[in-house]
């Protein structure tokens, strides 16, 4: 496609449910990255993918967290057992080396 | 301490001001990144500086790798260039570190 998609664009959960979060990267992205953006709070990097292989999962914030990258394509990213303070923007963006970031609208997740 | 200071938090000007952001940081960098984030609306890239200059449109951003520090300018600013602006800073394919934005407020 001609942008960074992703889905849904907001999702309200409630407490204790499991969510999945999806990307759909630009064709030919080899690196896929997951940011989270906190209401009144910065950007925090979650996890990366570049190609074939093992993602950076450093900034993943519990085991809650968990995502893939089927393909080398589409990723998901699935919070288990979510709680209010997973209440955030979650951002996924892609690139090819060497060239700037195409960021998705974001997922706006609320908890209740 | 955040790797990524920006300066200031939050600026106020009048149409047709020149308008400076400045972004510093701590560690030596493979790139540095300018983004715009307009109320409720996504991310946009604006550049991308290993070193020197680059300038689009009205939108000029620099960068001095031996003071670590990079500033984005904006010329003839205009009430529809509010947003926040937020540098970041990248080693190689790695991850974005970003700093905590500056919300810019253009008035008529």
């Known amino acids: 496609g001609a942008g960074v998609s992703q889905s849904p664009s907001n999702k309200v959960t409630e407490k204790g449910k499991d969510v999945e979060l999806r990307c759909d990267p630009i064709?030919?992205?080899?690196?896929l990255y997951w940011y989270r953006q906190s209401l009144g709070q910065g950007l925090e990097f979650l996890i990366y993918?570049?190609?074939?292989?093992?993602?950076?999962k450093s900034g993943l914030p519990s085991d809650r967290f968990s995502a893939e990258r089927t393909g080398g394509s589409v990723s998901t990213l699935t919070i288990q057992r979510t709680q209010q303070e997973d209440s955030a923007v979650y951002l996924c963006?892609?690139?090819?080396?060497?060239?700037?970031?195409?960021f998705g609208s974001g997922t706006r997740l609320t908890v209740v | 301490k955040n790797e990524v200071e920006q300066s200031p938090q939050n600026l106020t000007a009048q149409e047709g001001e020149f308008i400076t952001i400045n972004c510093s940081y701590s560690?030596?960098?493979?790139?540095l990144h300018w983004l715009q984030q307009h109320p409720g609306g996504g991310i946009v890239s604006l550049f991308m500086?290993?070193?020197g200059k680059k300038k689009h449109g009205r939108l000029i951003a620099t960068i001095n790798i031996q003071e670590k520090h990079s500033s984005l300018h904006i010329t003839a600013s205009h009430p529809r260039d509010s947003a926040v602006y937020i540098c970041?800073?990248?080693?190689?394919?790695?991850?974005?570190?970003f700093g905590q934005g500056t919300r810019l407020t253009i008035n008529p």
């Open positions: 963006a892609s690139r090819l080396q060497g060239t700037g970031y195409t």
């Open positions: 064709s030919g992205h080899t690196a």
């Open positions: 993918f570049q190609g074939n292989s093992a993602p950076d």
């Open positions: 560690v030596g960098i493979s790139a």
């Open positions: 500086l290993s070193s």
């Open positions: 970041a800073v990248s080693w190689g394919a790695q991850k974005l570190v």
